[in-house]
């Protein structure tokens, strides 16, 4: 079983940046992909980011490459998505993911386990 704590979320303007971070519980951790995905009123939740077990290999939304960088420190547990040049489109609820022994996966399915959100607001 592993918990997910998301924080970091808030109101920021277009341009800004913020730091999400996403803390587990449990001592396996670092045997865990993570992933963050984020769901927009209305819209279904999509894939923002993800982080393979190994922190080798990396997956991002076409939207977020170049502004979004996803990260993981096993020794605290954490995974981090620091988001820089927000737009008002990156406005949503923004979950973290834990895939078992997986790969940086794409899609809602492979994952085991889900924080509560945390809402990021961009205003323009």
């Known amino acids: 079983q592993v918990q997910l704590v998301e924080s970091g979320g808030g109101l920021v303007q277009a341009g800004g940046s913020l730091r999400l971070s996403c803390a587990a519980s449990?001592?396996?951790?670092?045997?865990?992909?993570m992933g963050w995905f984020r769901q927009a009123p209305g819209k279904e939740r999509d894939v923002v980011a993800a982080?393979?077990?190994?922190?080798?290999?990396?997956y991002y939304a076409d939207s977020v490459k170049g502004r979004f960088t996803i990260s993981r420190d096993n020794a605290k547990n954490t995974v981090y998505l620091q988001m820089n040049n927000l737009k008002p489109e990156d406005t949503a609820v923004y979950y973290c993911a834990a895939n078992y022994l997986g790969g940086a996966a794409q899609f809602i399915k492979e994952y085991d386990y889900w924080g509560q959100g945390t809402q990021v607001t961009v205003s323009s």
């Open positions: 449990g001592r396996t951790f670092s045997s865990y992909a």
């Open positions: 982080i393979s077990w190994s922190g080798l290999n990396t």
